[in-house]
């Protein structure tokens, strides 16, 4: 079983669709959270960082849920620029070695 | 410009053929890494490196060294390069600290025939 683990897509929606993404990790003393986005082939860039209490970056909404360790993104009023592979990430212990999930890819369609 | 570089950026080299890939960051972060990036895998660490003189493996360290004699700089080297190890590289570095972003490099494609 992977530790982090994401649903591959890819996820098609029209512009302007709400979408979600899940992920779960396995380790349970995991301590951070992040979202990651990767454009095609590109180097990964922080798209936001997941707290306990949830957090928004405008259209863009993560939650945590500890309890059943999972993660989510949710995103709004979906943009064609939107459309890239979001990764789930997660730092189980004190340094800072994160584990990634496979990602799971976006495409906005006009 | 705060950034991460990596040289080469594309490289097709022989079995065997010792190469290094090289890594520098200009913001002064503690924290470098390296990961490969293969399809159906995703990103996988390699080693990472917690400041200068320290080095520790990762999840998939066989077959590659690295070493960290300057905060900046932190090359990756395939001694004897085999063509499991055509992949993507990414190096990265942060502060320390588990919620600090990590900025990655722009990649390196390598394929070894």
């Known amino acids: 079983r992977k530790e982090v683990e994401q649903d591959p897509g890819p996820f098609n929606v029209p512009e302007g669709a709400t979408v979600a993404f899940n992920c779960t990790y396995s380790?349970?003393?995991?301590?951070?959270f992040f979202w990651y986005r990767q454009d095609c082939r590109k180097e990964p860039k922080l798209l936001m960082s997941?707290?306990?209490s949830g957090n928004e970056d405008g259209r863009f909404t993560a939650q945590l849920n500890r309890a059943s360790q999972y993660i989510s993104l949710l995103i709004r009023d979906s943009k064609l620029s939107d459309s890239a592979t979001y990764l789930c990430?997660?730092?189980?212990?004190?340094?800072?070695?994160?584990?990634f999930g496979g990602g799971t890819r976006l495409m906005v369609k006009p | 410009e705060a950034q991460v570089t990596q040289n080469p950026r594309y490289l097709i080299t022989v079995t065997g053929k010792k190469l290094t890939v090289t890594c520098s960051q200009n913001?002064?972060?503690?924290?470098m890494s390296w990961y490969r990036q293969d399809p159906g895998l995703g990103l996988r660490q390699i080693y990472y490196?917690?400041?200068?003189?320290?080095?520790d493996k990762g999840d998939v360290p066989e077959g590659y060294k690295v070493s960290r004699k300057e905060k900046r700089n932190f090359p990756l080297i395939l001694e004897s390069p085999s063509p499991n190890q055509t992949s993507l590289y990414f190096c990265?570095?942060?502060?320390?600290?588990?919620?600090?972003?990590?900025?990655f490099g722009p990649g390196t494609r390598l394929t070894v025939l």
């Open positions: 990265a570095s942060s502060l320390p600290g588990t919620n600090n972003e990590q900025f």
């Open positions: 380790n349970s003393a995991s301590q951070s």
């Open positions: 997941v707290y306990s």
């Open positions: 990430v997660v730092n189980y212990n004190a340094g800072n070695m994160l584990t």
């Open positions: 913001m002064n972060h503690e924290y």
């Open positions: 490196s917690m400041n200068v003189e320290v080095t």
